[in-house]
């Protein structure tokens, strides 16, 4: 590992105008002066991945993932070569890299693509030539020679990604937040920052919802021991947060964090015959289109029959229920419905794997504020219940002052309203 290599991540915000990139480049420029070697992982400029995959749309209702991947792959692309002109007008001798330059090799799913092998010679050989390397993040190159995408957040496993490949000593994600929050301050004004997080609790924050930190990133982390750090581009001297190995030696809080996530729907089969090899007939084809299933619960048979529901996220919904019309004709499933105003809250914490009695406060507290709970789940050191969406921001709240996180509101929220105001040119 490289004492003297960091890799930084810059999000769409941070990067969203003119003035945003300049300020980036300030704040390489002064880690630069340090004698630290820097490789730098941006995304696109705020709002124009959604931009570009709109006029996709306009054009065809279903337009071609191979296509998709080659014009949403632009937006990167963009945001680093305006840093790079920024630092080499400071001075700084800097070179812009796509993907495919920098030698991220994919395979061929594309929209979501998995990173198979980073060849870092070329990366090697700029480092030592003393440049600062910009990269586009979010994309890389299959066998075939075509743009691939690692779908949305993929600029945070890029930069991991890359962090691992060249022995990095940390990757720094830079974004419009100063660290991880033990809830989203928007729902909860209290909500305070977290200094030290571990891996296990930051990827069950990520897969519930927590948007700081895409999974992917972090299970790579977790996998090569690669300390994170999360930190506001908008903000000078913030610690941020700091994702690493567990402290065995340290007391854990009970709960370190409490997930919304509304992105969330759920199918239900109706009348399945309960006999061997129907759920795999259920799950086979989602897991075949890629798409990931969360939660799953199956009824008590009655006269052979059973229901079955599982939750997935909502954007894959309406591909996942023409799958499921299929299925259903094929198993002899009487029904299929679907509900996609539901939401998922998540407690979090390593403590949990210590005490006792969590799940009963969170069944308490939401009876107590006559909340229903339509599906549950449990990992050792978490619990996630299914409720009305209706109700999530209530649930929420009530969670947070249940478990007693309160922290100092108002800093946070000040600065979520600045990132706000930032707009693509």
């Given at each position: 590992m490289s004492k003297s290599l960091i890799?930084?991540?810059?999000?769409?915000?941070?990067?969203?105008?003119?003035?945003?990139?300049?300020h980036v480049a300030d704040r390489i420029t002064k880690t630069r002066k340090t004698g630290t070697d820097i490789v730098v992982v941006v995304s696109a400029m705020a709002g124009e991945t959604d931009k570009l995959l709109k006029m996709a749309c306009r054009l065809s209702k279903n337009p071609a993932r191979?296509?998709?991947?080659?014009?949403?792959?632009?937006?990167?692309?963009?945001?680093?070569?305006?840093?790079?002109?920024?630092?080499?007008?400071?001075?700084?001798?800097?070179?812009?890299?796509?993907?495919?330059?920098?030698?991220?090799?994919?395979?061929?799913t594309h929209t979501r693509a998995r990173i198979k092998n980073i060849d870092t010679q070329r990366a090697r050989k700029m480092l030592r030539e003393n440049h600062v390397i910009v990269v586009a993040g979010f994309q890389g190159i299959n066998p075939e020679g075509?743009?691939?995408?690692?779908?949305?957040?993929?600029?945070?496993?890029?930069?991991?990604?890359?962090?691992?490949a060249l022995g990095a000593r940390q990757c720094e994600i830079y974004?419009?937040?100063?660290?991880?929050?033990?809830?989203?301050?928007?729902?909860?004004?209290?909500?305070?920052?977290?200094?030290?997080?571990?891996?296990?609790?930051?990827?069950?924050m990520a897969s519930l919802g927590a948007k700081v930190l895409q999974i992917r990133c972090v299970e790579f982390a977790h996998k090569y021991k690669m300390p994170l750090i999360v930190k506001s581009s908008f903000e000078e001297g913030d610690k941020g947060?700091?994702?690493?190995?567990?402290?065995?030696?340290?007391?854990?809080?009970?709960?370190?964090?409490i997930m919304c996530d509304k992105n969330q729907a759920k199918i239900t089969l109706k009348e399945v015959p309960d006999q061997p090899g129907i759920a795999a007939n259920i799950f086979a084809p989602l897991a075949h289109a890629s798409i990931s299933v969360d939660m799953i619960i199956q009824n008590v048979s009655e006269q052979g029959h059973t229901d079955m529901s599982f939750t997935l996220q909502r954007e894959d919904l309406r591909e996942a229920m023409v799958i499921?019309?299929?299925?259903?004709?094929?198993?002899?499933?009487?029904?299929?419905?679907?509900?996609?105003?539901?939401?998922?809250?998540?407690?979090?914490?390593?403590?949990m794997r210590s005490h006792s009695g969590v799940a009963a406060q969170i069944f308490k507290t939401l009876s107590a504020h006559k909340i229903n709970i339509l599906m549950i789940?449990?990992?050792?050191?978490?619990?996630?219940?299914?409720?009305?969406?209706?109700?999530?921001?209530?649930?929420?709240?009530?969670?947070?002052?249940?478990?007693?996180?309160?922290?100092?509101?108002?800093?946070?929220?000040?600065?979520?309203?600045?990132?706000?105001?930032?707009?693509?040119?």
């Open positions: 890799v930084q991540k810059y999000g769409g915000t941070s990067v969203g105008t003119l003035e945003r990139i300049e191979r296509e998709i991947d080659l014009l949403l792959s632009s937006g990167e692309r963009i945001s680093a070569a305006l840093l790079t002109i920024a630092l080499q007008a400071r001075g700084i001798p800097a070179l812009s890299m796509t993907g495919r330059q920098i030698g991220l090799q994919t395979d061929s075509d743009v691939t995408t690692l779908g949305r957040g993929g600029s945070d496993t890029s930069a991991v990604a890359l962090a691992i974004t419009d937040v100063d660290g991880v929050y033990t809830c989203d301050p928007r729902i909860v004004p209290q909500a305070r920052r977290l200094d030290v997080v571990s891996y296990d609790e930051m990827l069950e947060t700091l994702i690493c190995e567990e402290d065995a030696n340290m007391e854990q809080p009970v709960v370190s964090g499921m019309d299929k299925v259903a004709k094929k198993i002899h499933a009487t029904h299929v419905s679907s509900d996609a105003k539901i939401a998922k809250i998540s407690i979090v914490g390593a403590g789940s449990t990992s050792e050191i978490k619990v996630s219940c299914i409720i009305e969406q209706k109700n999530s921001k209530l649930a929420v709240n009530a969670l947070h002052d249940a478990f007693n996180m309160k922290g100092k509101p108002g800093k946070m929220n000040a600065k979520r309203k600045t990132a706000k105001k930032v707009k693509a040119v």
